[in-house]
């Protein structure tokens, strides 16, 4: 007979992994779930978009968190992927992810340390820098590993991160020409306040200024005989606009494999709701209480949802049922007129604020053919945010 101690330590050293078997009635919940074929139609439809264009398209991780997905944009044509941080590229790179960006600078002697453990497995990966500083440690980082580091230099071309555009950026560039360890690869140009501008027309206008300003330091950098060969930026929300900006080489979009109640706010080229790409993401949960016929509580809250955005998740088949906030663990389901249509048991599914933030939530998300669960990914990046 095992012992209590014997049943405890298998217990906790074989996790139970979901299922690739079943249906939605039987998924445990709250579950994160993707439609196979929204998601397919979204990677086709920006895969094509860009290879029309002629533009490389490294779309963002961050938003998936997920090797195989992003071994799946790879096999779309993708020619790499972005990762916002060390720890997701790292989780990248073992889930066999090639081509990466590093979108934000490896500030401080740990990230710098696990970024050349990083370009020594993966040598094409490359980092972005804005600081003069940084890109010396780098290059003495690099030195000692015998190595050569490729670094995209971040352009403050939105309110975030970066070196100012034009000349400042032209004299990083020069360093890093002068620099034996380190090589430059180009121009990281994200506009963060570009991707969610209200209504085509804006954004566009928004967008075209903001990447001007990429294309112009290239020209300068260019000018004085260094080369320059990647001008990468783009989102969602600006795909179409980039990709038609000469002098933009690359998109790094995330948040259209999955789309999210923020993005179908924007408005598109065709009109007030943004339906470029499908809601292939959803959250499934379960009413778990009736306290009256007006109202009904499901078991997803806080935890489940993202929290960043001014609105709560949407349902996704049940017209007229407004959602929430009940809580870590609860929400709060309201119909617009008399008692709330479902019981005890039943399921409902919402379609999620904010992609990103969301899917950091879940150790794995269920992918859906139909009412038949086709697989499940594990989320492998989740949490990393080193
Ligand atoms: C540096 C960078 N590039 C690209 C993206 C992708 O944007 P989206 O998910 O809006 O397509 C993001 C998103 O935050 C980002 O931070």
Redo the contacts with the bound molecule.
């Keep these: 007979m095992p012992t209590r101690r014997t049943f405890l330590a298998a217990a906790a050293a074989a996790p139970i992994a979901p299922k690739a078997a079943g249906t939605r009635g039987e998924l445990p919940t709250p579950a994160l779930l993707l439609d196979l074929d929204a998601f397919n139609a979204n990677l086709d439809k920006m895969a094509a978009h860009l290879k029309k264009q002629g533009r490389a398209f490294r779309p963002?991780a961050?938003?998936h968190k997920c090797p195989e997905i992003a071994r799946r944009l790879l096999k779309a044509g993708a020619v790499g992927a972005?990762a916002?941080k060390i720890s997701e590229a790292e989780a990248l790179a073992a889930g066999g992810v090639t081509g990466l960006l590093l979108?934000s600078a490896m500030i401080g002697r740990d990230r710098i340390r696990r970024a050349i453990g990083l370009a020594r497995r993966r040598p094409e990966t490359m980092f972005s820098v804005d600081d003069a500083r940084n890109v010396r440690d780098l290059n003495d980082a690099a030195g000692a590993a015998r190595l050569k580091l490729n670094l995209a230099i971040d352009l403050l071309v939105g309110n975030r991160t970066g070196i100012e555009p034009g000349a400042p950026a032209a004299e990083l560039a020069r360093l890093i020409a002068k620099l034996p360890n380190v090589k430059l690869a180009g121009l990281q140009a994200?506009a963060?306040n570009a991707?969610h501008v209200i209504g085509f027309e804006a954004r566009r206008s928004f967008s075209r200024a903001a990447m001007a300003r990429a294309v112009e330091t290239r020209r300068l950098i260019e000018k004085s005989g260094i080369a320059c060969p990647l001008v990468t930026g783009g989102?969602?929300?600006t795909y179409n606009i980039d990709s038609q900006i000469d002098g933009v080489t690359e998109l790094?979009?995330?948040?259209?494999i999955f789309m999210d109640i923020d993005y179908n706010r924007i408005g598109g080229a065709d009109g007030a709701v943004y339906r470029d790409f499908r809601n292939a993401l959803t959250v499934l949960t379960t009413v778990i209480s009736k306290p009256s016929k007006d109202a009904a509580i499901v078991d997803g809250g806080f935890k489940s949802f993202s929290t960043d955005k001014p609105f709560p998740p949407e349902t996704k088949n049940l017209a007229g049922v407004t959602y929430a906030w009940a809580g870590d663990e609860h929400g709060k389901l309201t119909a617009a007129q008399g008692p709330v249509p479902v019981e005890l048991g039943d399921r409902v599914e919402f379609i999620v604020p904010h992609c990103d933030p969301t899917v950091n939530l879940y150790d794995s998300i269920y992918v859906m053919k139909g009412e038949a669960v086709e697989a499940v990914w594990p989320i492998t990046a989740r949490g990393k945010s080193q």
């Design positions: 963002h961050k938003t972005c916002a979108t994200y963060n991707a989102s969602t929300g790094q979009p995330g948040s259209f």
